[in-house]
């Protein structure tokens, strides 16, 4: 059996916890709300929460798809970030080169020749790039 890389097994790992925790933590001030702590939710607030819910829930199914050795989870954690890039460009320009530095990162990783075959499923050299 051929060996997960390691950038591989971090990479899902990040995205597995940082979108279980964004998932859940996102449900707290809705929470709020409906329980009347806060004020009231405005309908373009509840259209933020599902669109932030989905990117979300997207990471989690990224990361579960990169542990599992699913090629298409390559390509989703790639349009995931990409994603993150193009809502950037609203905020701060710090955070566009943060994410397309992130993005960069992902990209060179994930898209490695042993990565690559180890996605493909062929045989990779046992000292290659893990």
Do not use: Y
Not at 75 to 101: D, E, P, R
Request: hydrophobic share 60%; aromatic share 14%; with cysteine.
């Amino acid at each position: 059996m051929v060996q997960r890389p390691l950038a591989v097994t971090i990479i899902g790992w990040l995205f597995l916890i940082v979108g279980a925790a964004t998932f859940v933590g996102g449900f707290v001030p809705l929470v709020r709300s409906m329980r009347g702590e806060g004020r009231a939710t405005p309908a373009h607030e509840w259209r933020d929460f599902a669109m932030a819910t989905a990117l979300h829930a997207l990471a989690i199914v990224a990361g579960v798809g990169l542990l599992w050795r699913k090629n298409w989870a390559r390509w989703l954690t790639l349009g995931w970030m990409g994603c993150h890039v193009v809502l950037s460009f609203w905020h701060a320009a710090s955070q566009v080169i943060v994410h397309g530095a992130m993005l960069a990162v992902l990209a060179f990783f994930l898209f490695r020749p042993a990565v690559t075959a180890w996605f493909r499923g062929a045989r990779q050299p046992t000292s290659g790039d893990r």
